[in-house]
């Protein structure tokens, strides 16, 4: 009987170990990509120059590194919002600088 139970209790604490785990590592997941006004920017790196006169950009960062918007192409002026790894969020700009 005392065996019995112990190996049930083992059994419990395995599949309960599954099921914390499995979820976790899914949520984990990152794509490397930026999208901008819902155009994909896949593996994303240095400063990406938008078409035309600055705009309200919505980004979604799902990158590792954060994205630093600027309202004048190639990445110059005062920024204009910052969003980090896994974010997304709306500001002005005509270019996206990715970080480190």
């Known amino acids: 009987m005392k065996r019995r139970l112990s190996t049930l209790l083992g059994a419990l604490a395995a599949a309960t170990l599954i099921s914390v785990v499995v979820p976790t590592s899914a949520q984990a997941v990152v794509h490397d990509e930026l999208v901008i006004n819902g155009v994909k920017y896949p593996n994303p790196k240095g400063c990406i120059n938008l ?50």
């Open 51 to 100: 078409p035309g006169l600055p705009r309200e950009l919505e980004i979604y960062n799902d990158t590792t590194r954060k994205a630093v918007a600027f309202p004048l192409p190639g990445c110059n002026g005062l920024t204009t919002g910052t969003l980090n790894a896994g974010k997304q969020g709306t500001t002005l700009g005509s270019s996206v600088l990715m970080g480190s």
